[in-house]
Every structure is written in C-alpha cells, then in structure tokens.
C-alpha cells in the first residue's frame, strides 16, 4: 500500500541494543548533497485525485486552457498545461516567512523532433483579496513576483534562468544557467524543491540544486500564490508540452538536533516512500543526512524509529507493510 510518508524519531533511554538493517537499493547515493528539508505543516496541497479528467481543475484560473489527464506508466492525475497560457492555483493561504514548494514536472514529448515552449513558474505576493481573482493572470509582475524560467532543448542545449520582478521592474535577474541533464529528464517525472527563508530562495531538480540566491525574494513580501506559465514557439501541445501534479507547500522546518537531543523527540513528513513498497525515496535523503549527523555526534544517543502508512487501500495489506 501507499505510504503515506510518515515517520517518528524517538528517543529510547532503555534500548541499548542495535538492529542491522539491511541496504536497499534506493538510489539515495545519487542524493547525497541533497539538503533539502520540506516544511511539516501543509499550507496548501493538491494531487488533483478529486478532479473530473478532461476538465480544468476546480478554482484554478487561466487565461488558456488546462485538462486534467492521467498518464500511461505514471500514477494519479496531472494538470496538462497548454501553450501560451497563465495559471493560478486555487490556493487562499498567505505562505509564512520561511517556507517550501515542492511539485512532481513531467516534460512530455510524443515525437522527438517537437519543440518545447518556454515554461515559467514562481511565486507571487498579491493583496489577499486577489490571490485568486482575474487580475493577477494580466498583472503578475506588479507587485512581486519570484520566477524561473526553463527551456528544455536537445543536443544539451537546455538551460534555465532567475528573474523576480517589482512593480514591472526588474528586482533581480541571474544569468542563463546551462542544465544539460534536461534533456535525458524528457517523459520522466522531475521533483521539484523550492524553499523560501526570508530574502533567500532555493531550488532543487531532483537532487541537483540549480540555485542558491540570498537576497531573490523583496523583503517582507507577503508570498501567497503559485503561477505557472507557457510561452514561446512550441510545438502543439498535445504533442509537447508540460504537467503538474503532487503540489506541497508547507511552512517551518523542524531542528533535528534541538528537537532529539532536548524535546527527545522527533517526527516529519519529509521521508516519503515509494507506493505499495517501504523503499524510501531519493529525496527523503536531506532530512535523513540530519538526523544522521545529530547520532554521529552523539554517539550515546539510542532511538525508537517507527513509520506508519496512509489509510488508503485494504486494512491487511496495510498492516503488513
């Protein structure tokens, strides 16, 4: 059964014993410069599991269109996103002061000689009244907005680059990034990580960290929506094109340390499994890298790790794994 991803750290004072356990073959070596740590509390969430397919998804606004799809190979549902179109998600939360995004991008292509558009997605502050009102669609570089933009290209020529905006003004732009790995992520799921601590933003493909920005974000900017965005001279886009699922946005993120070796306990959301498997996923290694630094140095300390599943699927299944 689905994990639900789920695990609790505890400390034991009466285990004195160690368990082997034995090494899966998880990929987390790929990782292993991977510290991303996603946020625990859900602001706001959306799989699109709900929605009807071949509809656009309840109160997200667009200038385009967008269809709800399901993928051959790949589970739940995706938003297909058409070309020359904006959206806003249906999120009405104010985002906190520190933050994370993370999103599953498929880069979807039928015939290898199709062109890609330029895709563009961020973050937005917009008075809470319009955070999901029509305006924002034709004024998004009004207030603030955090985007990045990706161009995928073959013969390694993919590339990306950071732009934030100001009142239509340009707040900070970085130069054009090479990322040739683009190109071999072409019809395979990409993790997307973004984390927000202030003026400073982070982002993560996969385990790769493309950016690191100090100041990136206006100060006391009151973020509060995602956009995405397509543009350029692509091809059509059901035959190329791009798609969103497994969107998260959570705020704070815990102290490993202060949270074992004082309060003697800690839980987090951030180990995520692979569904129906107890494999754990790639990108659950930046919060399990800490709380391997917090035993290391503290050679003493013995804990109690226990996991638990969702709820989803049949009881026995559930039980056994």
Known sequence: QQSSGSATSQINTDQNSNTAVGQSSTGLSSYKKFDFKPGETIIYSNDFSGETLGESPIGW?????????????????????????????????????????????????????????????????????????????????????????????????????YQSFENFHTYLETEIKKYPELQASINKPIHISMQVQGERLRIWFNQDKMYDLPQAVLPNARLNQLFFLVKGNGTQSDIVGYDITNIRVAKGVADTRHKLIDEREFSTTGIPFAANSATVKPESFGVLKEIADVLKSNSDLRIKITGHTDSDGDDAANLEL
């Open 61 to 161: 606004n667009s200038n385009g269109t967008a269809a709800i799809v399901t993928i051959e190979g790949l589970e739940g549902k995706w938003i297909e996103l058409s070309r020359d179109a904006f959206y806003l998600s249906d999120n009405t939360a104010s985002f906190t002061e520190n933050f994370t995004v993370e999103f599953d991008l498929l880069l979807r292509r039928s015939d290898p000689k199709s062109i890609f558009s330029q895709l563009g997605f961020g973050l937005m502050a917009f008075f809470v009244d319009t955070i999901t009102h029509r305006r924002p669609i034709n004024n998004y570089k009004k207030v603030f907005a955090a985007e990045l933009k990706v161009q995928p290209y073959d013969y390694n020529g993919s590339g990306m680059h």
